[in-house]
């Protein structure tokens, strides 16, 4: 088992940012943790890589306790954060090269990441020269330069083009052959491109867990309509076998049942009974992001 979490929680003040969470990641799976803003992802992160401690629970990387052990497991992560720390005055290769003498690998380890990355027509310039995109392939070479058992990525693809985008993406699946990858990101196409497998987030505790095919097959059905004057959330609320409604735009619902039956009818009854007009009313297909709302849509 690559990563184990257990009961972790943490606390800022009165806020408590992570409550009670706990999951584990084997090797060679591409999880995807997601949330909204201020979720808890974050935070999690850095105390699985050792850069802040939690207030209870206990949490293991590559077999090594995050509180007793930080040392071992520092050697067994490669950790991209959010903000990508860099020292841009120095050129990419003189950079990655200073990282190895840190992490006391051979130097033909540079010459491979750069090359794994597509940074080597990059190689030669200043950090500063770079584009945001390019800077996050430095970061992420500079992850991966010791060869790590388990990749933590938070927002890796942040600013690259869609080329880029496609590259990055067959990288992490390559990794993930042979390295436990977990990764935050706020984009539903990258997760559901590159996870087997995902988390998902909400106001510091876990709302699920699941293969990504799962999370697609369950017994939820959502309808979006469109009705033609606004209509309060209190009243939809009041539809039977309702999970959660979101106004998505203007006066169009995204209303989320957990029902077997078609509620579609459902739907359109309750609108002749309460004097409105359906101007839209169909079944959406589920995908990451319509998921992603229903449970974080949920107080």
């Known amino acids: 088992m690559s990563i184990r979490v257990s009961e972790i929680t943490k ?14 990641v084997e090797k060679g799976e591409v999880v995807g943790f997601l949330g909204p ?26 077999g090594s306790d995050v509180i007793k052990n930080p040392e071992e497991v520092r050697k067994v992560v490669g950790y991209l954060p959010e903000h990508n720390p860099l020292y841009l005055d ?13 992490f006391n690998v051979k130097k033909s380890r540079v010459e491979e990441v750069i090359e794994l990355t597509g940074l080597t027509a990059e190689a030669q310039k200043k950090i ?3 584009s945001k995109g390019y800077r996050q392939r430095v970061g992420l070479a500079n992850a ?9 990525l938070d927002e890796p693809t942040t600013g690259l083009d869609p080329n880029q985008l496609i590259e990055i993406r067959e990288l992490i699946r390559n990794i993930g052959k042979d390295k436990t990858v977990f990764l935050s ?14 988390i998902i987030i909400n106001k510091g505790n876990i ?25 309060e959330e209190e009243l939809l609320k009041t539809l039977p076998d309702l999970v959660s409604c979101v106004n998505t735009f203007d006066f169009v619902w995204e209303l989320t049942f957990s029902a077997q039956k078609d509620m579609r009818s459902v739907v359109f009854d309750f609108a002749q009974d309460n004097g409105l007009k359906t101007l839209r009313l169909s079944q959406k297909n589920k995908n990451l992001e319509s998921i992603f709302r229903q449970l974080t849509s949920q107080s």
């Open 207 to 231: 709302v699920a867990d699941a293969k990504l095919n799962e999370l697609k097959d369950s017994e939820h059905q959502i309808i979006e309509v469109e009705f033609d004057l606004r209509v």
């Open 128 to 130: 500063g020269q770079l």
């Open 185 to 198: 990101t706020h984009i539903m196409q990258e997760v559901e491109a590159v996870c087997d497998r995902v």
């Open 90 to 102: 120095l050129y990419v290769r003189e950079y990655l090269a200073f990282s190895a003498s840190v």
């Open 37 to 62: 803003n201020g979720a808890g992802k974050s935070t999690l992160m850095k105390i699985l890589t050792t850069y802040i401690s939690s207030d209870e629970g206990s949490a293991w990387v590559g």
């Open 11 to 24: 606390r800022y003040g009165t806020q408590t940012a992570l409550n009670k969470i706990s999951f584990s």
């Open 144 to 152: 991966l330069l010791h060869n790590p058992e388990v990749l933590i």
